[in-house]
């Protein structure tokens, strides 16, 4: 019987963008089709779409007032992401969330989940807290709070958080997504040389997946 192939897939994302949400599930039809044809390992790279947030946030009306305009404008794009989003069986509650979060903490929530083997968990918690809970994914007590349910421990985190050295690497990671040439996301990056932007329909991403695994790019 012929090994089956294997492929890893980092996805470049920011917990506020919902078009990674979307991607997300996108990405787990995808996986679904694929199994016991290839073996997929899902790792999360850090990218953040304001990275000039202040570490408090901003008051979401606000930060969209000034990105787009007005806020009918924004609630126009909201209720269209919404709409998308519900197709993937998401319902976002933009309508009440009240900040817009510096997501740099959360990142290195990620990060460390990740090296404790609880990555996926954290990330889908992520997601699901500031999308559909409108929590503050900014507040520390609430990213604690997502921590200790995937079994990580406080000290751990706080600990992360005061590593300046572990900062600078998670930092120095994110500069090398953007030194790629990635400016926006989600970006799939497949088997380490394939990439494929946006939330691209399941049968997109089977159809590099698969592409990458005959290739024997692993």
């Not at 319902?91 to 460390?112: G, K, S, V, Y």
Request: hydrophobic share 45%.
């Amino acid at each position: 019987m012929a090994e089956r192939a294997s492929v890893t897939i980092d996805v470049v994302s920011d917990v506020i963008c919902p078009w990674c949400f979307i991607g997300k599930r996108r990405l787990e039809k995808a996986l679904a089709q694929l199994a016991g044809e290839v073996d997929v390992e899902v790792g999360w790279l850090p990218f953040q779409l304001n990275p000039d947030m202040p570490v408090a946030g901003v008051a979401r009306a606000e930060y969209r007032k000034a990105k787009f305009g007005s806020i009918e404008k924004s609630r126009a794009l909201d209720a269209r992401v919404a709409a998308e989003a519900a197709g993937e069986g998401l319902a976002f509650a933009f309508e009440r969330m009240e900040r817009t979060p510096n997501t740099f903490a959360a990142h290195q929530l990620i990060d460390l989940a990740q090296q404790e083997g609880a990555g996926a968990g954290v990330v889908e918690a992520l997601f699901s807290a500031y999308f559909l809970e409108a929590r503050d994914i900014g507040d520390r007590e609430v990213l604690l709070g997502i921590g200790k349910a995937a079994g990580i421990e406080r000290r751990l985190v706080e600990a992360r958080w005061a590593d300046k050295a572990e900062a600078q690497r998670l930092a120095r990671e994110e500069r090398s997504m953007r030194d790629l040439g990635i400016s926006g996301v989600p970006t799939f990056i497949i088997a380490d040389r394939y990439g494929v932007s946006g939330a691209q329909p399941p049968e997109v991403l089977v159809e590099a997946i698969r592409e990458a695994a005959e290739k024997g790019e692993v």
